[in-house]
């Protein structure tokens, strides 16, 4: 195989999250010509979740990184486990090349903390669309995955708007704020409250079109501030929903497709 398709696919496995440790490891399995292979990787943002790319060989004799499966450990309860499919880049009506795919990290996000992600899509007319990508822990495809959800009606900066944070009296650290919840992580953030200022994190909820706000001890707190007066009696019961269907209603969905 020429060195430049070898070269593609290693950079593909590396930017889906997979780092440069592997490297080495696939070029080597590569050049031994294996029919298939899969590549197991530690990702260092959590010990208990284990990450696998998987890469086969077409009768051609050209490897494709089609997948990779992502496992989360979690204490006193199954494991959470998902496929993570890796599609090919496209091209919309302008011709500008557009990646859909999952990164690891973004894939953990979904799977370890029931959030959502940010992506563009294109539509039948090759339209590019963005939309808040989350897993649905009810639901299974034929092969065992939690299908997915897109939603495209959630506001993220006007929902942060709601909320008197420091962060976004400053354009950059809102740049930064924005794009990390974005990328499905809990961000951690300053809010200005009853004339004092609580350190806090924030995740974007686009399932109930709200921002879910954790205080500094880990609890859920208030979705929104003074003015608003929504409850903590209905965050709390919004997060247990949403940990109902991720815990109970996922782990037996999974059961009924054979996989433990």
């Known amino acids: 195989m ?34 298939s292979f899969s590549v197991l990787y530690q990702p260092d943002f ?29 204490e006193g309860a199954e494991p959470l486990k998902q496929t993570f499919y890796v599609d090919k880049a496209q091209q919309d009506k302008d011709g500008q090349w ?11 996000n979904m799977l370890e903390g029931g959030r959502a992600v940010l992506k563009e899509y294109l539509t039948k007319e090759q339209e590019r669309y963005q939309a808040w990508t989350m897993l649905d822990f ?5 092969h065992g995955n939690f299908k997915i959800i897109k939603k495209t009606d959630f506001d993220l900066v006007a929902k942060l708007s709601e909320h008197n944070l420091k962060e976004l009296a400053d354009p950059e650290k809102k740049l930064q704020l924005i794009e990390s919840l974005q990328k499905g992580n809990r961000q951690q953030a300053t809010r200005q409250f009853n004339g004092k200022e609580e350190k806090i994190s924030i995740e974007a909820n686009p399932r109930f079109k709200t921002i879910k706000i954790f205080a500094a001890n880990g609890r859920v707190a208030q979705h929104q501030s003074e003015d608003k007066g929504q409850s903590e009696n209905q965050t709390n019961t919004e997060k247990l929903k949403e940990d109902n269907a991720r815990n109970s209603q ?11």
């Open 46 to 74: 959590d010990k208990n979740c284990q990450a696998t790319a998987n890469i086969r060989r077409s009768e051609k004799g050209d490897y494709f990184f089609n997948n990779y499966d992502v496992l989360v450990n979690r």
């Open 138 to 142: 009810k639901n299974t495809d034929q």
């Open 250 to 260: 996922g782990r037996s969905a999974k059961r009924g497709q054979g996989i433990s």
């Open 98 to 108: 557009l990646n859909s795919n999952i990164s690891l990290k973004e894939g953990y």
């Open 2 to 35: 020429e060195a430049k398709y070898v070269d593609r696919l290693v950079n593909q496995v590396k930017y889906a999250g997979f780092g440069e440790s592997k490297e080495m490891e696939i070029r080597s399995r590569m050049a031994n010509n294996e029919p």
